[in-house]
């Protein structure tokens, strides 16, 4: 398997052609939970990316006026590509990136899930006939593909997140130059393979490789890159919004979150901890809709975390390949570092630890599940995102208090609560300041729903009826002297 049955490509795909990087250099991609190399990837630059642009810009003209049900067709073959070799890719993406096997597994069902629903979505997507002002004049408003889309990945979900920008994209009859990121590439590059193995024409998908400032810069100054997708982290957000306003170039943004998950005193417990567990420790606590804070009532508080530290305790750790294993390694180490700042700020200030709090005894960037009670607003995962296992939390009395701190942060992608009482789920809907709120839902995510945040997290949806807006523009068209 050490190919992955040729799905680990170690070639970048522009124009149809598989090439490396003008330079010849490479950079090596290492598993994170054994620290072996996997292979190599170009490490290209500006005129690399260049070349993509142009070969996407080229391939825009035909794929754009494409019969609509050919593109459906090739999608509906695609969803079906990524289902025949789900194991390959999915072992793939627990080599890279580290996550269990059975999440890899979801992750790549997901990805195909997305690319079935937006070839089923293209098909009712309905421009408008408006009533006109006088009896001469016919008003239509049509829908049509933006142009070159540029899409730039993160690490922690590398199949999905492209599956959410690469499939409303081809649907709307966009092309594609997508970049993964550096950590995990190979799930990003046989994107091109998969798009490339069922008939999706050369340059309609192309994926590079390498330097992130040089590709994002080359992407963001083109003229004919008239939409730019990013998932990843608010800096790099702020500054692709920055670079995007000399062009008013169309973007989307899925950037950090800080959710809250709130565990009212009516809460029915068992699901409150379960729906905790996998809003928490989802992918290790690498996800951007993990549970940053949890707000525990006080009557609850006790039982709750009694519950919660069982649950953690039973989590096995190791490689994702290895069967019962639900915890992998953190990405890097500079994740590790991030968790083991977090938790000393914590212990500083008075947080107790009832679990985990250092490095796994399996070396690498395993860390051991941890849990931190008497977490307050002064702590540093009050603002920032953890990113990592590790479960803070803060004691409150009254709803409007607690309400009051999850709202209390720059972030608003999602948030969770927990409670009996229907129009205390109601008032969470109206009263938390999130895109996304999940009532006794720790997992929320899918493809018929509209991700995304508000606030610092993002703007734009991915998924649902909405995730093909932003890759379509609104044409109206005004008829007269009829
Ligand atoms: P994280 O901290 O989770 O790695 P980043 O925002 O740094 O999140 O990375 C998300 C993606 O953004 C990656 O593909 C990364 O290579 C890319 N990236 C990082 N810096 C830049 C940049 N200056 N321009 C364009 N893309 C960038």
Known sequence: MSNFNGYLLEANLIGGQWVGADSGATTEIT??????VLGTVPEVGGAETERAIAAASAAFKSWSKTNLMERVGLLHKLHDALMDHQEDLAQLLTAEQGKPLFEARGEIAIGAAYVRWFAEEIRRNKGEIIPAPTNDKRLLVTHHPVGVVGMI????????????????????????????????????????????????????????????????????ANKDVRKVTFTGSTGVGKLLLRQAADQVKKVSMELGGNAPFIVFDDADLDAAVEGAMIAKF?????????????????????AFVAKLKEAIAAMKVGDGTEDGVVQGPL???NAVKKVEGMIADAKAKGGEIVLGGARHALGQTFFEPTLITGATSEMSFSTDEIFGPLAAIYKFEDEED????????????????????????????????YGMVGVNSGLITTVEAP???????????????????DYLITKYTCVAGL
């Open 31 to 36: 598993n994170p939970a054994t620290g072996a």
């Open 153 to 220: 990945t993160p690490w922690n979900f590398p199949s999905s997140m492209l599956a959410r920008k690469i499939a409303p994209a081809l649907a709307a009859g966009c092309t594609v130059v997508a970049k993964p990121a550096p950590q995990t590439p190979y799930s990003g590059l046989a994107w091109g393979k998969l798009c490339q193995d069922v008939g999706f024409p050369d340059g309609v998908v192309n994926i590079v490789t390498g330097d992130a400032p040089a590709i994002g810069g080359a992407i963001m």
């Open 282 to 302: 989802r992918n290790m606590g690498q996800t951007c809709v993990c549970t940053n804070r949890f707000y525990v009532q006080a009557g609850i508080h006790d």
């Open 331 to 333: 990405i890097d180490e």
């Open 402 to 433: 607690a309400v009051a701190a999850a709202n209390a942060t720059d972030y608003g992608l999602a948030a969770y609560a927990y409670t009996k009482d229907l129009a205390r789920a109601f008032r969470m809907n109206e009263t938390l300041e």
């Open 451 to 469: 991700f995304g945040g508000v606030k610092e997290s993002g703007m734009g949806k991915e998924g649902g009826s909405q995730g093909l807006d």
